[in-house]
């Protein structure tokens, strides 16, 4: 008996435990695809396997991945809701550099430094007087509805618990109609869940687009002559360099910027 033990063991193959890049990828493979619970133990492992983070490290033969554990235990911990983690290895993540020398983490870790300091100079532009809507409720509601069916969303959906897509959507909608007041308070929970911009940011399955959530909250304050909270948006914004240099989008950014000054300055003239 012990010797046919014996020979099973030898034709059993060994486990083989992921290296710490497979549970990295993991991880952030799991961020970006919303599922955050489920993103943390795998970066974890990756950190407790290999503690040292860097830019372009050497994973497999002739390939090279940022290394940003404690950046995206950030993320995932503040969409989790464990802010004290979120902020700790934020904290760490900065310690190490690696971040703000990688081209995909220094935009993610500025917009986090923004959403996650307790000083609050990162949300400027929330705070200010809230105005009625435009569309009447019946509109707003079939519009809403519209919305979360095409995000593949049930429609008792409460757009407070609406992931960042959904928002970010009924916000571009409701702008198109000229609802600035309802269209604000949408951009503003859609970068609450998720403060970093991207061009071609994926949605819902394979759908794509275009997230500039801090160009289209100034444009709202603008429209609602919230000249401070739109400085502050376009602050943030060209902080973390969020539209492209060949993007449609700059000229108005542009604009924007130059019609905000001159009603400030004109404010502060009187």
């Known amino acids: 008996m012990n010797h046919l033990l014996f020979a099973l063991l030898l034709l059993t193959p ?89 081209e995909v983490g220094r935009p993610l870790l500025v917009a986090y430094q923004l959403l996650l300091r307790a000083d ?23 519009l809403r509805n519209d919305v979360l069916s095409k995000c593949n969303l049930p429609l008792d959906t409460k757009l407070d618990s609406a992931p960042w897509y959904a928002n970010y959507e009924l916000g571009l909608q409701l702008e198109r ?11 503003i929970d859609a970068v609450a869940d998720r403060p970093n911009p991207q061009k071609q940011a994926r949605m ?25 909270c739109a400085k502050n948006a376009l602050e943030i914004s060209q902080r973390l360099g969020e539209i ?9 950014w542009l604009t924007l910027q130059r019609e905000t000054e001159r009603r400030l300055a004109a404010l502060a003239g009187q």
Do not use: C
């Not at 109609?177 to 951009?187: C, Q, S, V, W, Y």
């Not at 819902?204 to 401070?228: C, K, V």
């Not at 492209?244 to 108005?252: C, I, K, R, V």
């Open 14 to 102: 060994p486990t083989v435990q992921p290296a710490w890049y497979e549970y990295y990828e993991n991880g952030v493979r799991a961020i970006e695809q919303g599922k955050h619970a489920e993103a943390r133990p795998s970066l974890e492992a990756a950190l407790a396997a290999n503690a040292q983070e860097g830019v372009q490290v050497p994973t497999r033969p002739q390939q090279y991945i940022d290394y940003l554990p404690h950046l995206y235990l950030a993320i995932a911990a503040q969409n989790a809701g464990d802010l004290a983690a979120a902020r700790r290895h934020l904290a760490l993540a900065e310690t190490s550099g690696a971040a703000s020398k990688s």
């Open 244 to 252: 492209p240099q060949d993007a449609a989008e700059l000229t108005e």
């Open 177 to 187: 109609k000229g609802d600035h007041p309802r269209a604000l308070k949408h951009f």
């Open 204 to 228: 819902y399955g394979m759908w794509l687009i275009d997230y500039y959530p801090y160009f289209h909250i100034a444009r709202s304050h603008t429209r609602l002559e919230n000249w401070q």
């Open 120 to 142: 609050g100079t990162g949300r400027g532009f929330a705070t200010y007087e809230k105005k009625p809507g435009v569309l009447t409720e019946a509109d707003f509601q079939m």
